[in-house]
């Protein structure tokens, strides 16, 4: 039998022999079918079911990634737009392509924004342990950042596709940003980066590629808030000179963050970003599961979301005008003006010239090129580039862009850009015995590089802090 590889699936219209790839298996509930599952064709995932299946069938679906489908996509009524199929049987080997992309989870349409947001956020974090946690767990060179742009961030439910663990995070610490400047005793830092780390465990709780969206053991044994408050405590781990008060409060921002105990949350949140925090989360993916359920309500005035608890959800007119219907001459002029909506914006700072993240004789203080940028969220005086790799453990690598803020004074453990002697520019911690208690007026920069033997540099009357580094920019 020659298999289908071309045909479109057109509602209402039957097919033969299509390849689908297949995943999330489900057995009979109630008066429904035998099995659902998800069938994939061309990056369209389609839920697909089937009424009656043999003993042959359920082995064949259960043992096969790739499936020969005969069916019908359903038009009109509950099941609008999905698979009905009729017959089914494991695919051949040869009848499977080497060249398998158009079987995997599609990304969302707006992927490419979803990451661009995401280093926004990342570079409006200023506190360094924060900022150098980020930097490390998100490492382009490492191998969590395709998975994390490319995961699903739940099975079935919100944001269950490709890219939808990216999405979802940046649109957490979007809603955790936005809190921030409403209430401003809130940190920001804090919100954001624990927002884009929150999810992290998902990353083992799922599975990925074809399988993207399945549940592992290990998924299924502890899930993911257990496995990526562990993840992310083992990166703090890893740190030198992270502070253990920062990680305890990490880690509880992650553990608290489905909010109460039914909800899987081992603990419930104990300080204000923790509990803004499980909100955010909350708050996104109750908005995109209703969203999702008005698309698919096929003209009903009310469908139920069902899960954990059962939710009507009203998909009717809300009787809002879109904004060229409205009426400008019988409209009051304290509404004629859109209101303003936080935005990115970018402005040119200069790249003075190259800082050493090794030997001083390798930096200089010459003028260089200008950058067009998205500023930290405590602004920026000017850019430097990086040579070398003594602040490595940081997440700061050659060829790095920092951003660097004019100060008047470092504080114990700032990483600086400081102009040492007349031997050039350096980024490197600073450090200083007051704050050991000791307080003898001893001052040094030192790197953060465990591979290497980098000698402290002691700062003296001919040393000069040129700017704290506040953030930082990397060329893919």
Known sequence: METNMTTDLVPGEDFRDCLFSRSHIEKKKGNGPDIKLILTFRNQRHSAKKWSVTDSER????????????????????????ITINSVRSAAEQEIPEDISSYLSPCHENHAEHLTRFEQLVASVQEPNLLGLLLKIFDKEKEIWPLFCEAHAAGKKHHAYSGGLLHHSVE???????????????SHDLLVACALVHDLGKLTEMEHGLNAGEYTAAGVLNGHI??????????????????????????????SHHGVLEYGSPKLPMFPEAQVLSQCDLLSARVFEYTEAAKNANGQLCVWLSGKESVQIYTG????????????????????????????????????????????????DEAGETREVVLPACGADFLVRVTGDSMADEGIREHDVLFVKEIESPRNGDIVVAHVGATGEV?????????????????????????????????DAETLIRGRVVGLLRDL
């Open 172 to 186: 957490v610490a979007e809603l955790c940003a936005s809190a921030a400047t409403i209430v401003p005793t809130l």
């Open 226 to 255: 257990s496995l990526g408050a562990s993840r992310v405590r083992r990166f703090m781990d890893s740190i030198k000179g992270f502070p253990s008060q920062l990680k305890e409060t990490v880690t509880h921002m992650i553990l």
């Open 427 to 459: 980024v490197k911690r600073y450090r200083s015995d007051s704050a050991t208690g000791a307080d003898t007026g001893a001052q040094w920069l030192e790197s953060e590089n465990s591979s290497r033997n980098y000698p402290n540099i002691p700062v």
């Open 59 to 82: 082995a064949s679906i259960a043992a096969s990634q790739f499936l020969i489908v005969c069916g019908k996509v359903d038009k009109g009524g509950s099941y609008d737009g999905e």
């Open 317 to 364: 007119d809300l009787g809002l005008q879109k904004p060229a219907e409205v009426d400008r001459e019988t409209t009051t002029t304290y509404v004629t003006q859109p209101r303003e909506v936080p935005t990115f914006h970018t402005t040119k700072l200069r790249i003075r010239g190259l800082v050493a993240a090794g030997a001083p004789e390798q930096g200089n």
